[in-house]
C-alpha cells in the first residue's frame, strides 16, 4: 500500500532563516506531487504541483521554492522566511498521468510552521 | 477550473443528517465533483467522488442534479466526530493535475 511522510510535524523558525520540509512517497511511482499551505481558519492553498523529476509548477509568486530531485521526493525550501510564511504545509500524492485526473489526494500529516 | 461555492458553516446535532450542498455553475463535461474532509492539524481525507446522479459509500452520499451545477454531500446519523471543514471540488480532466480547493463548509455537530 502506498504511504506518504512528512517532516517535520512542527517547525519554528527565525524571520530570515532558510527552510526545507521534505515528503516522500513510498508504494506508487511517478506520482503527482503535490505543496499546500493552510493559514490559520482557512482553506488549501495550491503552491506547487509536480508531475515528474524536475518539473516543477508554481501557482502562487512568493518566498518559496520546491524542488523534485528523486521520483517520490518532494522538498520544498525558502532562502529567506518571512512571518507571513507561518501555517500548515500539506504534502499530498495522486496517481500519475491524465488518465487517473479523478484519482483523489492522498495528504501527509503535515508540518505547522511558527516564523517568529 | 470552475468555481464551488458552499456555506461557511452549519450546525447539526448527534444523529440528524446533514445535508451540505456546492455550487458549481461553470463545470464543464468532463468534471467530476469530489468531497474531502479535514479534522484540526491533519490533511484533507477523501470522501467521496461522482460524475452525475448518486453515489454511495459507506461514509456518504453524493447526489447530483442532470445539469451538475451543484451537489449535494449528504452525512447520514452525524456524531461529534463528524464535526470538521468538508471541502467540494470539481477536478477537470485538461490539466487535472492541479486541484484546486475552496474555502469549504466548517460543519459543527452538537451533543
Known amino acids: 500500500s502506498q504511504t506518504i511522510h512528512q517532516w517535520p510535524a512542527t517547525l519554528v523558525q527565525p524571520v530570515g532563516s532558510p527552510l526545507s520540509l521534505e515528503c516522500t512517497v513510498e508504494g506508487t511511482s511517478n506520482p503527482n506531487l503535490y505543496w499546500y499551505r493552510q493559514a490559520a481558519g482557512r482553506g488549501l492553498q495550491l503552491l506547487f504541483y509536480s508531475v515528474g523529476i524536475g518539473q516543477i509548477s508554481s501557482e502562487v509568486p512568493q518566498n518559496l521554492s520546491a524542488s523534485r530531485p528523486q521520483d517520490r521526493q518532494f522538498i520544498l525550501s525558502s532562502k529567506k522566511l518571512l512571518l507571513s510564511d507561518s501555517g500548515f504545509y500539506l504534502c499530498?500524492?495522486?496517481?500519475?498521468?491524465?488518465?487517473?485526473?479523478?484519482?483523489?489526494?492522498?495528504f501527509g500529516n503535515g508540518t505547522r510552521l511558527t516564523v517568529t | 477550473l470552475a468555481k464551488t461555492t458552499q456555506p461557511i458553516s452549519m450546525d447539526s446535532y448527534e444523529g440528524q443528517e446533514v445535508n451540505i450542498t456546492c455550487s458549481h455553475n461553470n463545470i464543464a463535461t468532463n468534471d467530476y465533483i469530489t468531497w474531502y474532509q479535514q479534522f484540526p492539524s491533519q490533511g484533507p481525507r477523501f470522501i467521496i467522488q461522482?460524475?452525475?446522479t448518486k453515489v454511495t459509500n459507506e461514509v456518504a452520499s453524493l447526489f447530483i442534479p442532470a445539469d451538475r451545477k451543484s451537489s449535494t454531500l449528504s452525512l447520514p446519523r452525524v456524531s461529534l466526530s463528524d464535526t470538521a471543514v468538508y471541502y467540494c471540488l470539481v477536478v477537470r480532466n485538461t490539466g487535472g493535475f492541479k486541484t484546486i480547493f475552496g474555502a469549504g463548509t466548517r460543519l459543527f455537530v452538537k451533543a
Open positions: 499530498a500524492w495522486k496517481l500519475p498521468g491524465s488518465s487517473s485526473y479523478n484519482s483523489p489526494l492522498h
Open positions: 461522482g460524475y452525475k
